[in-house]
Nanobody
Framework: QVQLVESGGGLVQPGGSLRLSCETS????????MGWYRQAPGKGRELVAS???????NYADSVKDRFTISRDNAKNTVALQMNSLKPEDTAVYFC??????????WGQGTQVTISS
């Protein structure tokens, strides 16, 4: 069973930066599309950024030019660099992995709080 473990969350002031990391266990990480989702209080889970096995990226309009997703297939990790953070970025951030004909996989989530 593939497992995803997030780290790097915390409390920062508006305008600050955080780097989230998702470490995976499993045999086929390099073939998965990886993503970061977030869920704010009282709202549904939304896609923040994704990166395919080939390195193609996609970002939510709300985070483009501020967040950067990357992956290191040799280390089985995916990262989300978050800059110029805003209070509206406050949420639980989840690592996600998907591949054709298999259920999506989710990490346990890590709390990101942006507050002065």
């Amino acid at each position: 069973q593939v497992q995803l473990v997030e780290s790097g969350g915390g409390l920062v002031q508006p305008g600050g930066s955080l780097r989230l990391s998702c470490e995976t266990s499993g045999s086929i990480f390099s073939r998965y599309t990886m993503g970061w989702y977030r869920q704010a209080p009282g709202k549904g889970r939304e896609l923040v950024a994704s990166i395919t096995a080939g390195g193609s990226t996609n970002y939510a309009d709300s985070v483009k030019d501020r967040f950067t997703i990357s992956r290191d297939n040799a280390k089985n990790t995916v990262a989300l660099q978050m800059n110029s953070l805003k209070p509206e970025d406050t949420a639980v951030y989840f690592c996600n992995a998907r591949i054709a004909f298999m259920p999506q996989l989710w990490g346990q989530g890590t709390q990101v709080t942006i507050s002065s």
